[in-house]
């Protein structure tokens, strides 16, 4: 049975940082394709924030870019999002998605969700 357990979410102060860690398990590392974040704000749909290859290739939202960073460890099945100068409006449940492929087929998996709320 796959699972992601997020963890790091809280309230911080505007301008203060979080990491965000996310752990798989029940998938075959060799499997895991793209991981990433997302996050969903109160009244608003679910956006990118970052996403990271099995290359270390990274994406990143607009609103991320020079303020958040995505790394994952494989050997760990994990993968984190490191977020700095963080402001009111990244207020929002962050999500943790891994997507896997084989020959036979692809899987996308979401975590439960971790509450961000930054405010003073």
């Known amino acids: 049975q796959v699972q992601l357990v997020e963890s790091g979410g809280g309230l911080v102060q505007p301008g203060g940082s979080l990491r965000l860690s996310c752990a798989a398990s029940?998938?075959?590392?060799?499997?895991?394709?793209?991981m990433g974040w997302y996050r969903q704000a109160p009244g608003k749909e679910r956006e990118l924030v970052a996403t990271?290859?099995?290359?270390?290739?990274?994406n990143y939202a607009d609103s991320a870019k020079g303020r958040f960073t995505i790394s994952r460890d494989d050997a760990k099945k994990t993968v984190y999002l490191l977020m700095n100068n963080l402001e009111p409006q990244d207020t929002a449940v962050y999500y943790c998605?891994?997507?896997?492929?084989?020959?036979?087929?692809?899987?996308?998996?979401w975590g439960q969700g971790t509450q961000v709320t930054v405010s003073s």
């Open positions: 990271i290859t099995g290359g270390g290739r990274t």
């Open positions: 029940g998938i075959i590392v060799s499997l895991i394709r793209v």
């Open positions: 998605n891994v997507e896997t492929a084989s020959i036979y087929t692809s899987s996308n998996y």
